[in-house]
């Protein structure tokens, strides 16, 4: 065995679960000066890490005798995001330190608090859980920290994303000081600075992830799609790939239930994680995955979160990440303990540029591909099909009888298609699509128009960011000087200082001329000037490159607008002559649009 010299429990422990070597997580944590230390751990999930603060926590827990000793208190508490990282993190150690004579609990929500508070009236040594369950039973007296040894914050950034702050903080400051803390995350974002700072002392700093990539055991590729062909493509790239195990990730669970029924309908094993789904649901889809009764897994970013499927080798961004951590998140289901993984995101033409940027903040490098077409997929059914043909089978009696008969009725190559075709035909069919080429991007983003929008006129008013232009008084604003409703106003586009807006062509002189009316009528001294656009909103974005002088023209120094409006006030059912605060979505962006 390739570990440095350990309690001779946890040795024989390893070696009858086979492991071989440490890996580099693990061996950090092994290393002298780590020994007693306060940890902050930089690691993936699926790199060994319950094994290393299993491994790093033993001089804490472990006696003379490689033995944990009686204890009615816990010595040990593991804090885990969700219930199946906890249940997990559980037999991990529990095998772990079986030889060692620890009393593990599993303290989650979802299960029965009364048998939970039996355990730990019993005396377990060692206590894994979640941050909501542990702090009732902290708060129901039922759960005593007294004589707590270690603490362990296992994916300390998931527990923090998810609200978990004032739960962690409430029960660390019911350890004792003298208690070792190892905090273990994937990212290190500043909250979980500011935790190490607040509950660590003389913290080691370990970290494993490499900086080149999010994640070494993962290939990453880019698909463009059109966005009416998302379910098509992610049909296609489940058949093209034939994964033993696939995730695809959304983002509401209204979008998994609805991906989760188009996959059955279309032939394929599935289950599906979102919120809406009991503990006892949950249970029941992990099973289906890990008995290979199910092959794909529709879930959110939360309900999919600890979860540990070792069979799975890709993942399906349905929809965007809405951040680089939560692509890492996702992604980092698959390429677990050294296996090869692949993850896929499905990018509409329009969010490349976005996908771009996100991929860069993650310092991942992906391949921009096209979804597989029905013969990319045809291909690849015929090389494993092949594959699986050739390799070398016992045939008995039986076959042997059923093989001639075959021979004697069929030619060989008639026999061959029809193999082909009963393969082929357990399958669910490709789905044909739109070739990714510059007039299909244009008519998809055609498609993108509301119906009665095909046909517009761009107009312009002469404001924009620079004068806190919104969306939410311009609106009213168009209504009320257009004499029309807001089903009327297609997309609006802000500029550092103008602003178009679609109008449909048939009520577009009706709009421009009512527009000019109620500017004469209108009680401000200095209306906002409302007129037809030649070009449109290629001004915006050569706008957003340089800065332009107060008469719109390029060149000259940039100059500070004045605010040339009156806000509506609602609350105070007045005009106030105040700016609107700036659109909070348009703060950082060269356009803001409303469709």
């Known amino acids: 065995m390739n570990f440095p010299p350990l309690p001779a429990s946890l040795e024989a422990a390893l070696a009858e679960r086979g492991y071989a070597s440490a890996t580099p997580v693990q061996a950090e944590v092994m290393q002298p000066e780590a020994l007693g230390r306060d940890l902050v751990v930089s690691a993936q999930t699926g790199s060994g890490k319950t094994i290393a603060f299993g491994i790093a926590m033993a001089g804490e827990l472990l006696d003379e005798s490689d033995t944990i000793p009686f204890s009615v208190q816990p010595l040990a508490l593991i804090i885990a995001p969700t219930r199946e990282l906890a249940l997990q993190v559980s037999r991990e150690l529990a095998w772990l330190y079986s030889k060692a004579g620890a009393r593990v609990a599993t303290c989650v929500g979802g299960m029965n608090p009364q048998q939970e508070r039996k355990a730990l009236r019993s005396g377990a040594t060692i206590v894994v859980g979640t941050p909501g369950r542990l702090r009732d039973h902290l708060e129901r007296g039922a759960l005593d920290l007294s004589a707590l040894k270690a603490v362990v914050l296992d994916e300390a950034d998931e527990m923090l994303d998810m609200g978990f702050r004032e739960e962690l903080e409430e029960i660390l400051d019911a350890t004792p000081e003298t208690r070792r803390t190892l905090l273990f995350s994937a990212t290190m974002p500043r909250p979980i600075e500011a935790l190490a700072r607040r509950y660590q002392r003389n913290a080691l700093r370990i970290a494993t992830i490499s900086e080149g990539r999010g994640h070494g055991d993962i290939s990453y590729q880019a698909v463009t799609v059109s966005p009416p062909e998302i379910e098509n493509a992610v049909v296609n790239l489940l058949r093209y790939h034939e994964a033993e195990t696939a995730m695809l990730f959304c983002a509401t669970r209204e979008k998994v239930r609805h991906l989760h029924s188009t996959l059955q309908e279309r032939g394929f094993t599935v289950v599906a994680l979102s919120g809406e789904h009991s503990q006892s649901e949950r249970n029941q889809a992990l099973q289906a995955l890990r008995d290979r009764r199910a092959r794909v897994c529709v879930a959110t970013d939360v309900a999919a979160r600890g979860?540990?499927?070792?069979?799975?080798?890709?993942?399906?961004?349905?929809?965007?990440?809405?951040?680089?951590?939560?692509?890492?998140?996702?992604?980092?289901?698959?390429?677990?303990?050294?296996?090869?993984?692949?993850?896929?995101l499905i990018v509409p033409f329009s969010r490349r540029k976005r996908v771009e940027s996100m991929l860069r903040n993650a310092k991942v490098s992906a391949e921009w591909t096209d979804a597989p077409d029905r013969d990319a997929i045809k291909a690849k059914d015929r090389e494993r099909l092949l594959e699986k043909l050739l390799a070398p089978v016992e045939v008995d009696e039986g076959d042997k009888v059923l093989a001639e008969r075959l021979l004697a009725e069929r030619t060989p190559t008639e026999i061959a298609a029809m193999l082909v075709q009963a393969h082929r035909a357990s399958m669910p069919e490709p789905e044909d699509l739109i070739a990714n080429t510059p007039e299909a991007r244009r008519e998809a983003q055609k498609d993108r128009h509301r119906p009665g929008f095909e046909d517009t006129v761009?107009?312009?008013?002469?404001?924009?960011?620079?004068?806190?232009?919104?969306?939410?008084?311009?609106?009213p604003l168009l209504c009320r000087r257009g004499h029309i409703t807001r089903n009327e106003v297609g997309a609006i586009r802000i500029g550092p200082d103008e602003t178009f807006f679609q109008i449909p062509r048939p009520i577009a002189d009706k709009f421009a001329e009512a527009a000019a009316r109620s500017a004469q009528s209108d009680g401000d001294e200095d209306p906002v000037t409302i007129e037809m656009s030649e070009t449109g909103p290629r001004e915006v974005a050569r706008g957003n490159r340089r800065e332009r002088s107060p008469h719109g023209q390029a060149g000259g120094p940039p100059v500070k607008a004045k605010p040339r409006f009156k806000k509506f006030d609602k609350a105070k059912g007045k005009k106030n002559g105040k700016p609107g605060k700036p659109f909070k979505g348009a703060k950082n962006s060269s356009k803001t649009e409303r469709h």
């Open 307 to 344: 979860i540990d499927l070792p069979s799975l080798s890709l993942v399906i961004h349905v929809e965007i990440p809405r951040d680089a951590e939560t692509l890492q998140h996702r992604s980092g289901r698959t390429g677990r303990a050294g296996k090869k993984g692949t993850a896929v």
């Open 458 to 475: 761009w107009f312009r008013m002469a404001l924009g960011r620079r004068q806190n232009a919104d969306p939410r008084w311009i609106l």
